[in-house]
């Protein structure tokens, strides 16, 4: 968990719950469900609804506001597992970087070549008022406000930035041919350096790292069941992001934390 951290808080601020775990599998309209600490992903709208194709999603948009956003300065150890773990995902790596940043005593990562997928709230609940809900088992996991969620939107990214700096907290110049042999040339990433030693890693993976989501439930009080969406109330609330034109009404799940997906 990266407690207080600096680009964790503003993706927070602008609505975005980020994964510990980033990875590819994960896409607008997707189910979850469960407490925050012990959520699951358990199927797409689709399987959901009887009959009609989803909305699309509007895909690869730039996300200049997120795009180079840095972490605090993280302890080298936990900085390295952080990147190790990005890399497995990322590219085709098995090794670790650590030989590396062997006299690194702090890591800083920063977010690169951001891109968003999403699909709008009010076109989300158009279809799915439009629509009855299947019946299945997993059905009764969606039948409370409060209990499941439906991304709206994603945050991935194929590259990231790594800063290291020595116990005296002066920025070191790392070897960038130097971790490419450690990875291989197999590994599938390309590795280049700055004038200043930074390290950018780029992928041939889009990595979902941060979603939105909304409170998504079965409201069958009339007798004909429908799906609805809900706009966060009590600790789950609709905050105004950093930007005072810029106002989300996503639920955060996990505040100043990452969540297990």
């Known amino acids: 968990m990266l407690c207080k951290d600096d680009s964790l808080t503003y993706l927070n601020e602008i609505g975005y719950n980020v994964i510990k ?87 800083q990562i920063l977010l690169q070549n951001v891109l968003t997928d999403s699909v709008a709230i009010s076109v989300i609940a158009n279809f799915i008022d439009s629509l009855p809900p299947t019946t299945g088992t997993l059905m009764d996991l969606i039948r409370q406000s409060g209990v499941a969620y439906l991304i709206t939107d994603t945050a991935k990214s194929n590259a990231f930035g790594v800063q290291s700096y020595d116990a005296s907290s002066r920025k070191l110049a790392v070897d960038a041919k130097g971790v490419q042999e450690v990875l291989g040339a197999s590994a599938g990433v390309s590795i280049s350096a700055d004038a200043k030693g930074a390290i950018t890693y780029q992928g041939n993976r889009w990595l979902r790292f941060g979603f939105k989501a909304v409170p998504f439930w079965v409201d069958d009080r009339t007798g004909k069941p429908r799906f609805r969406i809900g706009i966060p109330s009590g600790n789950l609330i609709a905050m105004k992001g950093i930007s005072a034109h810029k106002t989300t009404h996503h639920v955060l799940l996990s505040t100043d934390g990452l969540l297990d997906l």
């Open 21 to 107: 775990l980033p990875r590819e599998a994960i896409d607008p309209l997707l189910v979850l469900a469960g407490p925050p600490d012990n959520l699951s992903v358990i199927g797409p709208l689709s399987d959901f609804i009887a009959g009609g194709p989803p909305p699309q999603a509007t895909r690869d948009v730039p996300a200049a506001d997120i795009s180079f956003k840095k972490t605090n300065r993280l302890k080298a150890s936990l900085g390295l597992k952080l990147i190790d773990g990005f890399l497995s995902h990322l590219c085709n790596a098995g090794a670790s970087v650590s030989s590396a940043y062997s006299d690194a005593a702090q890591i």
